[in-house]
């Protein structure tokens, strides 16, 4: 039935947008329609909606059709394995398979529609159906999925929920490895037992980000992986982390002080926090995401800093590398208007050069405002330091 | 002195085929050629190699520029951050900043090459690039770079076998996890720490591949990821994972069964291993990859298995979703002559539809033959029931 609803906003939109055929190669978007789930996304692979058919099919390496039989819905006829010849080859594509069939269905001459800006739909993909399909109208289908998944069921709700209570655990692990002297990988090694084995009623998900803990300087530079240095005392380091549950995400970052954070690291906490519950508190249905931009930004103004840019974007679903959905952000210029069940990570920056803040908050737009996902203090942490002690 | 080497044989590429300037967009690449290293692939971001220019430019987003300092030897002037409001927009698109540039350096009327066929690189972003460009001649420079990694330097062997310490040690934790009653998520919650966390000497990086075990029918879908579900006496467990040190990788594959493994799996297992050692022993260089994979299929039809696909590819210096490097395949028609300082990952899956068997092996092409990067036992591996004990 969940599949069922999903594939029928989906169809629903392609008819909006005179799409006959979709392509679907986003990860995300193939689990949200069929169920599949695989570490396979590293070879071409696909789903392809059928405007008038019922079920998708699932296209990918004869290697990983067990894997669409064992978790997708589909049915034996619409799982569609290439041969391994076609694997890294630089003679043979995988979309000639995908163009074949589409030819032999007489789908050829419809309109197709491809996600042209996904991840892992390549141009050679996009220049090998081009090449293949003459007769073709090929339109763009870029988040056209993601766009539905923004308002989740209840289910997904469920998931996240689970995710969030993986996310506190895997926040609260890193507090308690973060001492003065210890190597930034042996918190991340902590970190992400945390999230794999999650709690006793369910085991996690591999997040589509690893773990991020930028230290000292490193802060202004929030992408950076860890390295082998070690926590020293008075440094900041952000933490940003995500549970997963089922795929589903709900990201937490904080920032913490080993021993005692300087005036201004302590200035800034403040100063994110209140930004950060003044975005929140306009949050409820039919204000817009740049709306929720500007009350943080007033509050920031407020306190002496200007800065403009994002500082959120829809989650849930995702695979690496991203858990973000790529359709509304909170940000100037953005009128997505809220809805109930949309779900968002709130993660404003704020980087001095030498060093960055960052305490943020996943939340679900509720039918009268919002609810935090995470249950979790929202301050600079200061980790005693036992060196010290 | 080891990324001008790199750069000098890109560009000897390059000019063989006739390429003034190469957009390399695949991160693996980007690393290679500047050192930068960062999770900041969910966004478009290229570096830009100019034939007749000594240095590569870096562009990628504005929050990012910071990890450009900190990870690449570019200096300053090769940092070029594009504003925030080309991230996941509507209107505006990176490759219009990357074309603007292009044109400022009227490189605009030259040959450029993309890499047409690499993750990250999205059909839109070559649409973006086709349509700024109209007086550009382009080319394909899919694994262009990547061929260029095929061998390695005696760093980056260093790299790989710091790697390969990892992977052994991560490979032993799972053994010692595995029992009958273990949640899956448990032993991948255990594998990832010790990845991570790595040796005193040196901690661990991110895998570009999570840990893959899939356990009894599941083992004929080897790209499965854990469930909650719990190993059962009896069950073959396939065991994929890799240790990482700096990006370079040196996987490891194993089955293992908890309790008493059947007659079939013990004879698979026995079929495997011959067949992995007659496919070694031939490895030296001169040889060509397809003869390597041939010594592994006549091995395995003398005891009477019929199979012909891919059983290894070149591996090394990697992001998510993927470690393989995608040149040289073990397989019929790839004539790929070894060399040394070619390093491989061996592992040919034999799958007989109720189950799979794996056992792999990573190894260097040397002067004279072969060495084996992981010393871990090779065998089926067979873990003591406790709840029998």
Known sequence: MEYQKRLMKTKQRMAADGIDVLL?????????LSGYDAWSFYVHQLLIVMIDEEQPYWIGRGLDANAARHTSWLDEDHILPYADHYVQSTIRHPMDFVSDFLKERKRDKQVIAMELDAYYFTAKSYLK???????????????LVNWIRIIK??????????????????????????NEGVRESDVVAEISHAQISGTEEFGGDYPSIV?????????????????????KAGDPVIIELSGCYQRYHSPLARTAVVGSPSEEMRHLGDVVVEGVNSALDVVKPGITCEEVELAWR???????????????YSVGLNYPPDWGEHTASLRPGDRT?????????????????????????SFRVTETGFEKL????????????????
């Open 24 to 32: 679907v190669t986003d990860p995300a978007n193939m689990n949200y």
């Open 129 to 143: 159906l081009a090449n293949n399909l003459l007769d073709s109208k090929f339109k763009d289908g870029t988040n």
């Open 153 to 178: 069921s209840d289910q997904e709700i469920a998931y996240i929920k689970k995710a969030a209570q993986i996310s506190e655990k895997a926040m609260g692990v890193a507090y308690e490895a973060l």
């Open 211 to 231: 773990p991020l803990i930028p230290t000292g300087e490193k802060t202004s530079a929030c992408h950076l992986t860890w390295t082998d240095d070690v926590f």
């Open 298 to 312: 007033n509050s920031i103004e407020r306190n002496g800093i200007k800065k403009e840019s994002r500082i959120g």
């Open 337 to 361: 208007v809220l809805e109930p069940n949309m779900t968002f990570h709130m993660i404003p920056t704020i980087d001095i050069g030498h060093a960055g803040m960052e305490i943020s908050e």
């Open 374 to 389: 995470n249950n979790f203090p929202q301050e600079l942490y200061v980790k005693p330091n036992i060196r010290l002690a």
